[in-house]
């Protein structure tokens, strides 16, 4: 009797190690080199979401980043692109007045934008957010110590227009 105990506990057990598909994400590629960069840092919400940070591999720590990958999502975001991005403005702007931004573009399901900050080193940053099915997408590259030129500003810019929200192993496009 026991070994038949032991034969549906593992049969069960493997059932539930069955593949579960990747859930909704940004899928961007397109810059050279970036799949070498590493992750340096990460936060977990609660909602489920979470941030995540890169940085090129010769990046000693979370201290010392002169360029900063962000890929994040805020999952059950029900807010517009805009009202999102000014509420994201206006804690920035507590938090480090002279805070500057401008809205690149925009359409039904996407925003893209730049924003420098005067303190924290000064940092200057290109973003894009993107609207899915499960919530609100960012993908942001900022720099420490100067202004984005506007070359690098297009240059992300590319990728980022490129990157898409997909779903599943085989990243089938969602939008």
């Avoid at 804690?91 to 931004?101: L, M, Q, R």
Wanted: proline letters at 3%.
């Amino acid at each position: 009797m026991r070994a038949i105990y032991f034969l549906v506990s593992m049969i069960l057990l493997l059932i539930g190690c069955a593949h579960v598909p990747l859930p909704e994400h940004m899928v961007f590629h397109g810059k050279e080199g970036i799949e070498n960069w590493r992750i340096l840092d990460y936060e977990n919400f609660n909602s489920g979401g979470f941030v995540h940070y890169y940085a090129p591999p010769d990046t000693k720590d979370g201290k010392s980043w002169l360029q900063l990958l962000t890929k994040g999502i805020e999952v059950g975001a029900d807010i517009s692109l805009e009202k999102y991005v000014a509420d994201s403005i206006a804690a920035y702007k507590t938090n480090c007045p002279g805070t500057t931004h401008k809205i690149i573009e925009a359409d039904a399901y996407n925003l893209y934008y730049t924003n420098s900050y005067p303190c924290r080193g000064h940092q200057s940053e290109v973003t894009r957010i993107a609207k899915g099915n499960e919530g609100l997408y960012r993908l942001s590259y900022t720099i420490r110590g100067r202004d984005l030129t506007q070359n690098e500003i297009e240059e992300w810019l590319k990728v980022f227009r490129a990157a898409y929200v997909a779903k599943g192993d085989q990243h089938e496009r969602v939008r």
